[in-house]
């Protein structure tokens, strides 16, 4: 039987009690997203564009590909999280078309930087809490990680999810 939301929640938020660990969390955890994206963005990605059109769909990249795929793992879940992560998700492919924009190597040197210090802050975060991170039981937890985030303030708006 599929977890829903809540019990995906709550198992994530046993690793993820203590203040400093949250907040850290809140910092890290978008970082990581974006920069994810960020490196799958400067993947070549001609074969993407259209058939013998010789344009490409505007943020078609592996980096859309995969915030896609993610968005479908969300919709299954909620549909409220889907349209809080479908709008993150927008503003995460705006702000790398811009970095683009000055070059694929600047968005690359940049992803990975980001990619490195945010993990570093997790990992600090994590032992801090004296937990294990979440992925470690199961990998689906790096797409609640953003979900959980997402779920507070899905509530602090009176949305919920």
């Not at 046993?14 to 955890?29: D, G, L, R, V």
């Not at 997203?33 to 059109?53: E, M, R, T, V």
């Not at 937990?131 to 509530?155: E, T, Y």
Request: hydrophobic share 55%.
């Amino acid at each position: 039987m599929a977890k829903s939301i809540q019990q995906w929640f709550d198992e994530y938020g046993e690793s993820h009690q203590n203040p400093t660990n949250k907040i850290i969390h809140w910092i890290c955890i978008p970082l990581i997203f974006w920069s994810i994206i960020g490196l799958l963005a400067c993947i070549p990605h001609d074969y993407l564009q259209i058939a013998n059109a010789g344009w490409a769909l505007p943020y078609m990249h592996w980096g859309s590909v995969v915030i896609a795929l993610g968005l479908l793992f969300y919709i299954r879940l909620s549909w409220q999280l889907f349209l809080g992560m479908a709008l993150f998700s927008t503003a995460v492919l705006l702000s790398i078309d811009a970095l683009m924009a000055l070059g694929t190597n600047v968005l690359l040197i940049t992803s990975m930087a980001v990619f490195v210090g945010a993990w570093i802050g997790q990992f600090i975060g994590h032992n801090i809490e004296g937990k294990k991170p979440s992925f470690f039981k199961d990998l689906q937890f790096l797409m609640i990680g953003p979900a959980w985030l997402m779920g507070f303030i899905l509530k602090r708006t009176g949305i919920g999810y």
